[in-house]
């Protein structure tokens, strides 16, 4: 069972660090189930996401496909993110996300 981790809200809270809008692109290939990684996302690694596209199929319990996720994060954060992935041999592809703000 996963359980959150309120050292990380804590730290979050205290220090306010500069924080960047991603658009982050995972490659789902069969070695970990869907919900599970936007669990651990959200929950370990307490990072708040939006889905923006998902394209899974599940073949015999295993999910395979695609989805892209827009995350707000700090640097520390999303590099505890893509230790995560690496780890666990998900290709990932992170683009970001300039919004134009018009007067």
């Given at each position: 069972?996963?359980?959150?981790?309120?050292?990380l809200?804590?730290?979050?809270n205290?220090?306010?660090l500069p924080?960047?809008?991603l658009?982050l692109?995972?490659?789902?290939?069969?070695?970990m189930?869907?919900?599970?990684l936007?669990n651990?996302?959200y929950n370990?690694l307490?990072?708040?996401?939006?889905?923006?596209?998902?394209?899974?199929?599940?073949?015999?319990?295993y999910?395979?496909?695609?989805?892209?996720?827009?995350?707000?994060?700090?640097?520390?954060d999303?590099?505890?993110?893509?230790?995560y992935l690496?780890?666990n041999?998900?290709?990932?592809t992170t683009?970001?996300?300039?919004?134009r703000?018009?007067?």
């Amino acid at each position: 069972m996963i359980t959150p981790n309120p050292g990380l809200q804590v730290l979050q809270n205290t220090i306010n660090l500069p924080k960047k809008e991603l658009l982050l692109e995972i490659e789902l290939n069969g070695k970990m189930k869907f919900e599970h990684l936007m669990n651990t996302i959200y929950n370990q690694l307490g990072i708040c996401h939006r889905v923006l596209s998902a394209n899974v199929e599940y073949v015999n319990g295993y999910s395979f496909g695609s989805v892209q996720l827009y995350i707000n994060v700090s640097s520390e954060d999303f590099q505890q993110l893509e230790i995560y992935l690496n780890k666990n041999k998900l290709m990932n592809t992170t683009v970001e996300y300039i919004c134009r703000k018009y007067f």
